[in-house]
C-alpha cells in the first residue's frame, strides 16, 4: 500500500504542467488610462482565436508582479476556465479593471463608452499579435454585462459573444442588462445557464425567453 501511494505522488509531481506561456499586457487606451490584461496563450501552436474574459463582481483581479511572478485574483469561474481554452488552442485575456477603475466597475461603467474603448484597444492588439484571429468575448454573472455591451458596441469586430450567468434584471448594485436591446449584438450569442440558478438577478426563465425570441 505504501509503494503504491509513493508512486501516486511520484506520478502527480512529475505531470507535465499546461503548455502555455503568459503575460501581463498594459496599453494606454484613453488619456491617462491603462488598461491590463493577463494573456495567456498555446506553447506550441499558432492561437485559431482569442477569447476576452470578462470575471465577475466588480471586475478587478488586482493583476500584478510580485517578486518576479504574476499575481492575481483567481477564484472567479472564468479566470480558473482559463486554461481549457488554451487546451483548445485558443488564446485568452483575462481583463482587470481600467486604471481609473481600480477599485472595481459598476453596471453603469460596463455599460458605457468608456468601457468599451478600452476593449477595442484589446481587441485590436490581440489581432496585431495573432494574425487578424477571431475574438470572442465571454462574460459570467456581472462580467455578461461588459461581453453584452461591448459586443453591441464594437460591431464587426467581435467574431461572436458568450454570456454565462447573465445578469438580466437590476439590482441596488446596478441596472445589469435590465432593458439593454441584445438585437444590437451583430455577431452570434451564446447563452449559458443554469436550470436551477437560483440568484434573483440571474433567472433562467429569462434566458430561455431571449433565447426564443432570437430564433
Same mark, same amino acid.
Given at each position: ?6 508512486? #501516486? ?13 503568459? =503575460? ?6 484613453? =488619456? ?6 493577463? &494573456? ?10 482569442? +477569447? ?14 510580485? $517578486?518576479?511572478? #504574476?499575481?492575481?485574483?483567481?477564484? $472567479? ?19 482587470? +479593471? ?20 478600452? #476593449?477595442?484597444?484589446?481587441?485590436? =492588439? ?5 494574425? $487578424? ?13 461588459? +461581453? ?5 458596441? &464594437? ?40 436550470? =436551477? ?19
Amino acid at each position: 500500500m505504501i509503494i503504491a501511494r509513493v508512486s #501516486i505522488l511520484l506520478a502527480l509531481l512529475t505531470v507535465t504542467p499546461p503548455a502555455a506561456a503568459q =503575460e501581463i499586457v498594459t496599453l494606454a487606451t484613453r =488619456e491617462g488610462v491603462t488598461q491590463s490584461f493577463l &494573456l495567456v496563450t498555446p506553447k506550441q501552436d499558432k492561437p485559431s482565436a482569442a +477569447a476576452i474574459l470578462f470575471p465577475g463582481g466588480n471586475g478587478s483581479i488586482r493583476l500584478r508582479t510580485e $517578486n518576479g511572478e #504574476i499575481k492575481f485574483g483567481g477564484g $472567479n469561474f472564468l479566470v480558473r476556465s482559463r486554461l481549457s481554452f488554451v487546451d483548445g488552442g485558443v488564446a485568452v485575456a483575462v481583463v482587470d +479593471a481600467p486604471s481609473d477603475e481600480s477599485r472595481g466597475m459598476d453596471d453603469r461603467f460596463r455599460l458605457g463608452d468608456k468601457h468599451a474603448a478600452d #476593449i477595442a484597444a484589446v481587441i485590436a =492588439e490581440l489581432k496585431k499579435r495573432f494574425d $487578424n484571429a477571431p475574438v470572442f468575448l465571454v462574460g459570467t454573472s456581472r462580467g455578461s454585462i461588459s +461581453a453584452a455591451a461591448t459586443g453591441a458596441a &464594437l460591431g464587426g469586430s467581435v467574431s461572436g459573444v458568450a454570456l454565462t450567468s447573465t445578469v438580466f434584471l437590476g439590482a441596488r448594485s446596478g441596472p445589469g442588462l435590465s432593458g439593454f436591446d441584445y438585437g444590437k449584438i451583430s455577431a452570434p450569442v451564446l447563452l449559458v445557464h443554469h436550470v =436551477e440558478d437560483s440568484c434573483v438577478v440571474t433567472p433562467y426563465r429569462e434566458a430561455r425567453n431571449l433565447a426564443e425570441s432570437r430564433r
